[in-house]
Structures are given as C-alpha cells and as structure tokens.
C-alpha cells in the first residue's frame, strides 16, 4: 500500500512539473480556428476600384443560415502577394437556437490595403480551395471581385 500511495504521489508530481515549450519557430495561430463565422463579400460598386485603389467597400453576407441577419463583421484579414490580393470576412458567432435559411442581409464594411491593388487580382478568401464557401455559388469564379483589365 505504501508503494502505491508514493507511486500515486511522485506520478502527481510529474504531471505538474514544467510542461515542454513550443519550438521556437512554431506559429500558434496555426492551430487556431479562425474567429467567429465564415462569410462572402462583393464589391459595393465595382466601377469605383482601380489599380490606385487601396480603399474600397465590401458587401459582407454571413454564409450560414441565419433568419436573414449577417451580424458584426470582424476586421478582414487581408494577404497581398504578387499577383492576389485576398481579403477574408469572418463575422461574429449567431446566437444558439434555430435559425431559417433565408438568405442574409449585406453589411457594408469598408477594407483599407497598405499599398494600390495595382495589377493583382481581388479574391474573396472564403472561395479559394479548402475554404468554407469554395464549393458554394458564391464562388463560382473561383471568388475574383475584381481584375486589372489588361
């Protein structure tokens, strides 16, 4: 009995020691889901975007059914490369309980870029493969909002 009791306390005392840290290079935010709800954009007025544009507005609609009512819409993360600019829209979680699939309003919600669009294409985010719209009519064009004539 004696050596179960100090096998039971040195196993206690193990399990409260240091825990490993993560390697160095490790992003946390990789094994984060992402925050809050999915949800598409469009363009609120297509004409208005150029290859100067750094500013433009997007018509964010939740992707889930929510009797009608997107919700907050959280900052978009935005990933600019050489030839893409992606923005994706999440928007708060909805309240528990049942919600109809009606189709959700837009909200207007306006997306600044640190540098023009220049010659690089406009994509929603949600839309690219993998993504939780990818498959969904919204991205029937694979999510371009908007491309350099050219």
């Known amino acids: 009995m004696r050596t179960a009791l100090t096998l039971l306390a040195l196993g206690l005392l193990v399990g409260c020691g240091p825990q490993p840290e993560p390697a160095q290079d490790a992003d946390p935010t990789d094994t984060l889901p992402p925050a809050g709800a999915a949800a598409v954009w469009t363009l609120a007025d297509r004409t208005a975007v150029t290859g100067s544009s750094t500013r433009f507005v997007a018509l964010v609609t939740r992707l889930e059914c929510n009797s009608g009512v997107t919700g907050g819409v959280l900052p978009p993360d935005v990933l600019v490369t050489e030839t ?67």
Request: proline share 6%; charged share 25%; hydrophobic share 35%.
């Open 84 to 150: 893409e600019v992606v923005v994706t829209f999440a928007v708060e979680p909805r309240e528990a309980g049942n919600a109809d699939c009606q189709g959700n309003d837009q909200v207007a919600h306006d997306v600044l870029l640190d540098e023009p669009l220049e010659a690089r294409t406009l994509v929603d985010g949600q839309c690219l493969p993998g993504a939780e719209a990818a498959t969904t009519s919204h991205c029937r064009q694979g999510g371009t909002r908007w491309e350099p004539r050219g």
